[in-house]
Structure formats: structure tokens, C-alpha cells
């Protein structure tokens, strides 16, 4: 006769070991979902075209539709992204900070561009 072992399953506690500051990425993603969610509401008071490439020469290269504002938000999506799940594999506390701060710094850095250019074509 075979007897079955139960074994009991820990709660995935191990994620939020691994990954320093977890809460902090959530209110990342919720920061840049929200920026994203903005500018589509405003997507109409917004003109047919806004500037968003600074680095090219003055003209049509530096402009964009509307829908190109949710572009630097989205990269810093992205950028969390990779963050954590790199920080998930390396074992330095010290590089899981500096990758958490970082993805810090591209939230921040991507809602301020967004919404400095929604106050300055927007009229708002």
C-alpha cells in the first residue's frame, strides 16, 4: 500500500523576498497607468499634434500625434518590467535598490515630460 505524502505549499512569499520595495514598483505601474489613462482621456483637448522628440532638428520630426504622449509612460512600463525581473535573479541587495530607484527616476522622469507637454499645447 502506497501512502501520499501532502505536502504543504508556502504562499509565494518568496516573490516579495526576492524583489526589494515590491509596494513601491506597484505604485510605479500604477503611477504610469495612470499617466497613460490621462492622456487618453484628454486625448481630444489635446492638438493634432505635440512635441515629444526634443532631440531632433526643429520641424516635423519633433512633433507627434496625440497618441504618442502614452509613449515615454509605456517605455517606463517596460523599464520597470525588465527591473524586477532582473532583480529578481541577482543576489546583490545593493543592485536590487539601485534597479528599484532607477525604475524610480523613469516614472518620474516620463509623468513630468507627459505632463508638462499636456500644460503647455493642452491649454489646460
Keep these: 500500500m502506497v ?11 518568496n516573490l516579495v523576498k526576492k524583489i526589494p520595495y ?3 514598483l506597484i505604485l510605479f505601474v500604477f503611477i504610469n497607468i495612470l499617466t497613460i489613462s490621462t492622456v487618453l482621456v484628454l486625448k481630444n483637448k489635446i492638438p493634432p499634434q505635440v512635441p515629444l522628440f526634443y532631440g ?5 520630426a519633433q512633433l507627434t500625434n496625440p497618441n504618442g504622449l502614452i509613449l ?15 532583480s529578481y ?13 532607477s525604475s524610480f527616476i523613469a516614472t518620474l522622469l516620463a509623468s513630468i515630460t ?11
Design 72 to 86: 515615454p509612460n509605456a517605455i517606463s512600463l517596460i523599464f520597470i518590467i525588465l527591473n524586477s525581473i532582473i
Design 22 to 24: 515590491i509596494r513601491y
Design 56 to 60: 531632433y532638428a526643429r520641424g516635423d
Design 3 to 13: 501512502k501520499v505524502i501532502k505536502e504543504k505549499v508556502p504562499k509565494n512569499r
Design 89 to 101: 535573479f541577482i543576489n546583490s541587495d545593493y543592485l536590487k535598490k539601485v534597479l528599484i530607484i
Design 114 to 124: 507627459v505632463i508638462k507637454i499636456i500644460f503647455l499645447v493642452g491649454g489646460l
